[in-house]
Nanobody, 124 residues
């Protein structure tokens, strides 16, 4: 099993940047495809960004494309989400998740492990 812990959330203003981290323990992350998801109040959890185990391919939801960047450092067992040009609509709890196999399609149901989330609040 792998345990995931997110950090880096907080309160920012619209237009600001924020970098989230997801640290893994229990197993090395290099075998896992990793994703970031988010859940806003009253809404379902949705895919934000994903990265293959080798880091060679990345995937983004249309709503964050061009503003968010997912990356990973397998040596540090950590995945990151750099968020720029934040909008109030980005306010949500952000979750890190791991999948046992690489994929090109992402959804909540295909991820195998989840962190507990970190709250990002963007004020206008």
């Amino acid at each position: 099993q792998v345990q995931l812990v997110e950090s880096g959330g907080g309160l920012v203003q619209a237009g600001d940047s924020l970098k989230l981290s997801c640290a893994a323990s229990g197993r090395t992350l290099s075998s896992y495809a990793m994703g970031w998801f988010r859940q806003a109040p009253g809404k379902e959890r949705e895919f934000v960004a994903g990265i293959k185990s080798t880091g060679t391919s990345t995937y983004y939801a249309d709503s964050v494309k061009g503003r968010f960047t997912i990356s990973r450092d397998n040596a540090k067992n950590t995945v990151y989400l750099q968020m720029s040009s934040l909008k109030p609509g980005d306010t949500a709890i952000y979750y890190c998740a791991a999948a046992l196999s690489d994929r090109s399609s992402w959804s909540v149901g295909v991820m195998d492990y989840w962190g507990k989330g970190t709250l990002v609040t963007v004020s206008s």
